[in-house]
């Protein structure tokens, strides 16, 4: 056998060596223009033995929580398709004239919206639309329940992921056009259960109310002078990396916020935050939408200067474990409306 032949042969064994030990990776060459980029955070490596509780995908279920609230209605996202008989993706609003939002039936949502694992992940990613050059960030619509579900009192709670780049994301509800809704309300509800506000280790929960003729005021505008009450994580480091539980709960009196099974937040429901005495406001049934998003430099408003999110970030993603709703059956005016 010549030298050369020798030493190709030892080369190949060396390869196969590597291979089997430590693992090889294939060549899959570039993505086409337009397609998502797998983040660091990935759905990917969820179940991965190694990882601390709080970085994987949980199959903790809890039929009751707060002592009185029971199971009854939610999404484990177990499932790789979406179940349409809970949710639907359309677009709520879309403040950025340079971002596209991708709804249910849109060829290119499975770009930035998919199902694996267990977990249901939203993608805020740089996109080229060669139709249109304003275009520079695509996304998916808001995930939502307008035409499946709405509800009035309880404990609604979430099982989150976020990147936490300066992302423009929010669990939020409304009450316009919900199921069981008074369409001749004089005021519509919206509830934020949190928006990140570009923020890198915050949240900020906020009460907005939208009325028939024009006006519109928000708690923390008026209450709070524009410096909200907000949940900050004390140790942000692996932020990106952990799953986060998010809470709301909402009684005949009060709203309240959590984090991580820690009440942080309260509204006395009992007492109007502006100049309108009418409290019945707070009391309207309401549906759920989950978003991602960012601070584009078309957004029209933003939270603080240099809140304009960082290409180099890109791409985040928003990734949901479950949503499951909790409700007390003998509080009085609890509402739970299903699309029949």
């Given at each position: 056998?010549?030298?050369k032949?020798?030493?190709?042969a030892?080369?190949?064994?060396?390869?196969?060596?590597?291979?089997?030990?430590?693992?090889?990776?294939k060549?899959?060459?570039?993505?086409?223009?337009?397609?998502?980029?797998?983040?660091?955070?990935?759905t990917?490596d969820?179940?991965?033995?190694?990882?601390?509780?709080?970085?994987?995908?949980?199959?903790?279920f809890?039929?009751?929580?707060?002592?009185?609230?029971?199971y009854v209605?939610?999404?484990?996202?177990?499932?790789?398709?979406l179940?349409?008989?809970k949710w639907?993706?359309?677009?709520?609003?879309?403040?950025?004239?340079?971002?596209?939002?991708?709804?249910?039936?849109?060829?290119?949502?499975?770009?930035v919206?998919?199902?694996?694992?267990?977990a249901a992940?939203?993608?805020?990613?740089?996109?080229?639309?060669?139709?249109?050059?304003?275009?520079?960030?695509?996304?998916?619509?808001?995930?939502?329940?307008?035409?499946?579900?709405?509800w009035?009192?309880?404990?609604?709670?979430?099982?989150?992921?976020?990147?936490?780049?300066?992302?423009?994301?929010?669990?939020?509800?409304?009450?316009?056009?919900?199921?069981?809704?008074?369409?001749?309300?004089?005021?519509?509800?919206?509830?934020?259960v949190?928006?990140?506000?570009?923020?890198?280790?915050?949240?900020?929960?906020?009460?907005?109310?939208?009325?028939?003729?024009?006006?519109?005021?928000?708690?923390?505008?008026?209450v709070?002078?524009?410096?909200?009450?907000?949940?900050?994580?004390?140790?942000?480091?692996?932020?990106?990396?952990?799953?986060?539980?998010?809470?709301?709960e909402?009684?005949?009196?009060?709203?309240?916020?959590?984090?991580?099974?820690?009440?942080?937040?309260?509204?006395?429901?009992?007492?109007?935050?502006?100049?309108?005495?009418?409290?019945t406001?707070?009391?309207?049934p309401?549906?759920?939408?989950?978003?991602?998003?960012?601070?584009?430099?078309?957004?029209?408003?933003h939270?603080?200067?240099?809140?304009v999110?960082?290409n180099?970030?890109?791409?985040?993603?928003?990734t949901?474990?479950?949503?499951?709703?909790?409700?007390?059956?003998?509080?009085?005016?609890t509402?739970?409306?299903?699309?029949?």
């Amino acid at each position: 056998m010549s030298s050369k032949i020798k030493f190709l042969a030892l080369f190949a064994a060396i390869s196969l060596f590597a291979c089997s030990a430590g693992g090889c990776k294939k060549d899959v060459g570039k993505q086409e223009s337009g397609a998502p980029t797998v983040s660091d955070n990935s759905t990917s490596d969820q179940s991965a033995d190694n990882l601390p509780e709080n970085q994987k995908v949980s199959t903790k279920f809890e039929d009751t929580k707060l002592g009185k609230y029971k199971y009854v209605w939610g999404d484990e996202f177990d499932k790789d398709e979406l179940d349409l008989t809970k949710w639907t993706i359309l677009s709520h609003s879309n403040e950025s004239t340079d971002t596209l939002q991708f709804e249910l039936g849109d060829e290119n949502l499975s770009k930035v919206f998919k199902i694996e694992n267990g977990a249901a992940t939203q993608i805020f990613q740089r996109w080229y639309d060669p139709t249109n050059t304003l275009i520079q960030y695509a996304t998916s619509a808001h995930l939502m329940t307008r035409p499946t579900m709405s509800w009035q009192y309880g404990y609604l709670e979430v099982r989150l992921r976020m990147s936490f780049r300066k992302d423009g994301n929010a669990i939020w509800m409304v009450s316009k056009n919900a199921l069981n809704a008074n369409d001749n309300a004089y005021c519509g509800l919206e509830v934020d259960v949190f928006e990140t506000l570009a923020s890198t280790d915050s949240v900020t929960p906020n009460i907005h109310l939208w009325y028939k003729d024009g006006r519109h005021s928000d708690y923390n505008g008026l209450v709070m002078k524009g410096e909200p009450q907000k949940y900050t994580f004390t140790n942000s480091y692996n932020l990106s990396k952990e799953f986060h539980l998010y809470g709301f709960e909402w009684t005949p009196t009060e709203m309240s916020m959590y984090v991580d099974g820690e009440k942080y937040w309260t509204l006395d429901t009992t007492k109007s935050f502006d100049d309108d005495p009418d409290t019945t406001v707070y009391n309207q049934p309401i549906y759920l939408m989950l978003s991602a998003g960012a601070f584009t430099p078309q957004k029209t408003w933003h939270t603080y200067e240099g809140d304009v999110i960082d290409n180099t970030s890109l791409p985040l993603d928003f990734t949901v474990d479950w949503v499951r709703l909790y409700q007390d059956p003998n509080m009085k005016g609890t509402q739970l409306n299903l699309a029949k």
